[in-house]
């Protein structure tokens, strides 16, 4: 699976984004995706993940309520619509593939390139 993050860039506090992953492969429907973000200096972080049928969603704590992930089988996409974004959002986001649903990083088997997501103050 060869995953495409688009959609980054600069937004103020407050503003919204819309990430789009693209992925290849005829295996996409088999897959969890999930959404990952890495600021400077820190570790990746999870933010969200989504089961391959869509109908479970899991988010990091911080972004529950702002940060909503779905899925298009049928486009082979997955997006993550982020609203009410903090200067804190600002990081790197990178979508993963894995046969499990997870937080954890090393669950996942496939990863794109990533998108810079800024949110000025």
């Known amino acids: 699976v060869q995953l495409v993050e688009s959609g980054g860039g600069l937004v103020q506090a407050g503003g919204s984004l819309r990430l789009s992953c693209a992925a290849s492969g005829r295996t996409f429907r088999s897959y969890a995706m999930g959404w990952f973000r890495q600021a400077p200096g820190k570790e990746r972080e999870f933010v969200a993940a989504?089961?391959?049928?869509?109908?479970?969603?899991y988010y990091q704590d911080s972004v529950k309520g702002r940060f909503t992930i779905s899925r298009d089988n049928a486009k082979n996409r997955v997006y993550l619509q982020m609203n009410s974004l903090k200067p804190e959002d600002t990081a790197v986001y990178y979508c993963a593939a894995s046969t499990v649903v997870a937080p954890d990083s090393y669950e996942y088997d496939y990863w794109g390139q990533g998108t810079q997501v800024t949110v000025s103050s």
């Open positions: 989504i089961s391959w049928n869509g109908i479970s969603t």
